[in-house]
């Protein structure tokens, strides 16, 4: 597929069109699953699953491990992994091989360090150096850390590339001090675009102002676990809302999509909040959960072993215990198609390059799962 340059995805963001926010929260678990599942490992509280090019995987553990693991489930202990503060949400997070992996063999991930009150998000990245029977990051270096430090849990922490390779989006949750969200100069509920050594993109909406101001790409968001490319080139990013209100969101240069200020949710000490409806400066989600699912992961869906999910993304969902299908019609606008009851938390997603979808569970053990089509169903 011929690279989406970064004006085109300009031209596509401010062309969408959108229509209203759509609640899926009451969508109920299909009867039967189209696939079968299978264990293929088990890990600590996995957090991120990512397949490299020649398909073995990493998958991070949020207590500070991580694992270069087989399809086959074999699993080497990766050295030299930063110290992180691994406590409630906070720990080792997302993990994503450079978009120059095969050349260049650096990994980019984040994790909260034992740094200020509460820990503080890093993004680091290292070269991967895999020799006989031992995995080890090297040369890593942070290049970019929340600022200012500090916060609680709700870090955000979830790595996308844009389709040509030449910028990395980062989300940083809230940090459970939500008043902080709206001032643009604190790296809280964003979602940055930056270069691939963690500076500002120049050409970002707000780049000459400096500071957080030139990294945001977009604000007002609580709790960002899912953030991914569509296979038309939008940015989609889904959310926990509070008491209610998950979101997925279409993410556009400077959008400001709302939270504290308003929510399809409330506050969980029964509070209202006003919903987006009331205030349309506020980029309302194409589609949200009340009841909530927690969506945690996100992938889209293009390969071969599925061919009817093509163009579809997936979501975990983390309270849902469930795997959720989102189909799009390619104006801005999303539905929930289907969602699978899997027994457990899902906490992240990924597509192998042979289009089988594999799943970790968010638990001790949490188990790593491979999806492929149910042939008893033919």
Do not use: C
Not at 76 to 102: E, H, K, M, W, Y
Not at 173 to 195: C, F, H, I, Y
């Amino acid at each position: 597929m011929k690279p989406i340059t970064t004006a085109a995805l300009l031209l596509l963001f401010a062309t969408s069109a959108h229509a209203a926010s759509v609640n899926a929260g009451n969508h109920q678990p299909s009867a039967t699953k189209p696939f079968a599942a299978s264990e293929v490992a088990t890990f600590d509280t996995p957090w991120a699953l990512a397949f490299l090019p020649d398909g073995r995987m990493l998958v991070t553990e949020k207590p500070g491990h991580l694992f270069l693991v087989t399809q086959d489930g074999k699993k080497t202990p990766i050295v030299n992994v930063p110290s992180v503060a691994a406590q409630g949400q906070n720990g080792l997070l997302d993990i994503a091989p450079s978009p120059n992996f095969r050349s260049d063999h650096i990994v980019y991930l984040t994790y909260v360090a034992p740094e200020g009150s509460g820990g503080t998000l890093m993004l680091a990245r290292a070269k991967l150096t895999v020799a006989g029977t031992r995995s080890s990051l090297d040369a890593l270096s942070v290049i970019w850390r929340q600022t200012p430090e500090g916060g609680v849990g709700q870090p955000g922490g979830i790595i996308a590339f844009d389709p040509d390779g030449t910028h990395l989006f980062l989300t940083v949750g809230d940090r459970m001090r939500p008043q902080s969200v709206q001032n643009p100069d604190e790296a809280r509920g964003k979602v940055l675009r930056l270069t691939l050594d963690g500076k500002a993109a120049p050409d970002n909406p707000d780049a000459a102002a400096g500071g957080v101001r030139a990294e945001t790409w977009s604000t007002g968001h609580r709790n960002p676990y899912g953030l991914a490319f569509a296979p038309d080139g939008a940015l989609w990013l889904n959310e926990m809302g509070p008491r209610g209100g998950d979101e997925l969101n279409l993410i556009e240069p400077g959008k400001n999509y709302g939270w504290p200020i308003v929510s399809n949710g409330d506050n969980y000490n029964g509070t209202p909040i006003p919903r987006h409806a009331t205030r349309p400066e506020f980029a309302a989600p194409a589609l949200y959960w009340n009841p909530v699912i927690a969506p945690a992961g996100l992938a889209f869906y293009e390969g071969g072993m599925f061919p009817q999910w093509r163009g579809s993304a997936f979501i975990g969902g983390l309270a849902a215990s469930a795997l959720v299908r989102v189909t799009f019609d390619g104006n801005g606008n999303a539905d929930e198609a289907e969602r699978w009851d899997m027994g457990a938390r899902i906490r992240d997603v990924a597509v192998a390059p042979d289009g089988a979808l594999w799943l970790i569970e968010d638990d001790d053990p949490g188990r790593l799962l491979r999806l492929v089509p149910d042939q008893s169903t033919d």
